[in-house]
């Protein structure tokens, strides 16, 4: 008998450990993992020797077609980039006024049309239309949303936002019932638009000054609202982008409490702090904040604290971004999905020793189990073959080129960083070896994300 792929001789990173073993891949799927397939044939085999064996990450937040206009556009684009770094499901938060149901048949067409590797669907919860018809979602396979707590700024740029305390206590008293999940952007944007008067105000520019306009206590003062409120209807959450030592400290005491509640970071807020010199180009919400904040993340992450690493990825061209040459004006957003494996590398693996373990655990398998992604993020029989190779020996000067993405720039401009995929397979099919695209679209589907039960 002949398989289709072998992957012979690498060190496979577990949750819980590291093991040298082999891995059998035929239909699409993890086949078995053994310690000799020497005597097994295949089409197509890859030598891992010295190199890391992981499940490809799933990206838990991302956002196709906001700057460019097109989610068909983006999602050839973008998976592509994200192939490149070792991205082999990412989410994607669809975003529309109206009704989702309206968009998903077109929506699922793009990504068999278009995408290079498997993506997943959530949607973004703005108003009462979108909870009326969220009994609905889950039967699509979608299992989470999105809520924007600032809700009344971006009622402010034509996006049709109801969201409020109200709104948040009607939409975790729904979740409860379905077994949805509420992922929450946490910024309390009243406290922020009051701060930030006195900023703009004052002439200062940069990143410290966008830190300033919305600092960590709007962020912090979101996150315990919601746990209160949560708490209250006792309703498990998420919290996205988490920037600040605030973080750890409620996780913390979710973990004392007993409570479910699942922290996000990103891999800009894990490399950078609001003294770079990567300048307007680092503009988002939250902000990229001190390094205090950024080595509590690090320490969570250690800790178990922190449990899934999402990019926002949100691509833009650097004409646009940097608008009129200002913080006030420069768009918010960039891409980043590529480096979410070079940044835990470089940056957590080797500065700080951060355990491979807990690399494959914050990049697939809390997402999978978060998100009810039940084929993936485990190296183990009957689970898709979503594989990445790793040489952590070779690092690569970081151009932006190199991850033929929609956006022209890249915050990672000349970082050398190492932890760059040697092959990254996607359903059994290689389809990135080197920083080169092997594959080809046409292959990928839209992955299922199952809700818990409710209850």
């Known amino acids: 008998m002949t398989v ?29 993992l053994t310690k000799d397939s020497s005597s097994v044939k295949a089409d197509t085999t890859i030598d891992a020797k010295d190199k890391y064996v992981l499940p490809g990450a799933i990206d838990p937040h991302v956002h196709f077609g906001i700057y460019s206009g097109s989610f068909e556009k983006d999602v050839g684009t973008e998976t592509r980039a994200m192939a490149l770094g070792g991205v082999t499901t990412p989410v994607h938060y669809l975003q529309e006024n109206g009704s989702y149901l309206k968009i998903l048949g077109s929506s699922a067409k793009a990504v068999k049309d278009k995408a290079l590797v498997d993506v997943a669907f959530q949607v973004i919860l703005m108003n009462q239309g979108h909870l009326n018809e969220m009994p609905m979602y889950p039967d699509r396979g979608i299992s989470a949303g999105k809520i924007y ?38 910024e309390n944007y009243e406290l922020a638009k009051a701060i930030g008067e006195s900023v703009r105000g004052s002439g200062q520019q940069g990143l410290p000054a966008w830190d300033a306009f919305r600092p960590s206590v709007c962020e912090e003062e979101a996150m315990r609202r919601a746990y209160l409120i949560a708490g209250h209807t006792g309703t498990r959450f998420y919290i996205v982008h988490n920037t600040t030592a605030a973080a750890e400290r409620l996780s913390e005491q979710a973990v004392s409490e007993n409570r479910e509640v699942w922290f996000e970071t990103c891999p800009h807020y894990l490399t950078f702090t609001k003294d770079d010199e990567i300048g307007i180009l680092g503009k988002v919400n939250p902000p990229i904040r001190s390094e205090e904040d950024r080595e509590s993340l690090w320490n969570a992450l250690k800790r178990g604290l922190i449990h899934t690493i999402g990019s926002d990825h949100a691509p833009n061209m650097l004409s646009a971004k940097k608008g009129k040459g200002d913080i006030w004006t420069a768009l918010l957003g960039f891409g980043g999905s590529s480096f979410i494996f070079p940044t835990l590398f470089t940056e957590g693996v080797e500065k700080r020793g951060l355990p491979l373990t ?62 760059w995929p040697a092959y990254t397979i996607s359903g059994g099919r290689v389809v990135a070896q080197d920083l080169d695209i092997v594959g080809k679209p046409g292959v990928a589907r839209v992955a299922r994300c199952d809700t818990a039960k409710a209850g």
Do not use: W
């Open 4 to 32: 289709d792929l072998v992957v012979r001789n690498g060190n496979l990173v577990l949750p819980n450990g590291v093991v040298k073993a082999d891995v059998i891949v035929e239909g699409g799927k993890i086949a078995a």
């Open 358 to 419: 807990t690399v494959a655990r914050v990049t697939s398998f809390n997402a999978s189990r978060t998100h009810g992604i039940s084929s993936k993020g485990l190296l183990a029989p009957g689970y898709d073959a979503d594989v990445v190779v790793i040489d952590a020996k070779r690092y690569r000067k970081v151009e932006p080129a190199m991850v033929q993405s929609y956006a022209d720039y890249t915050l990672y401009d000349g970082r050398k960083m190492t932890g």
């Open 149 to 186: 707590m600032n809700g009344k700024e971006y009622k402010m740029i034509g996006i049709d936002s109801d969201v409020d305390d109200a709104f948040l206590y009607r939409a975790f008293n729904l979740c409860n019932k379905l077994g949805f999940l509420p992922k929450l952007h946490c």
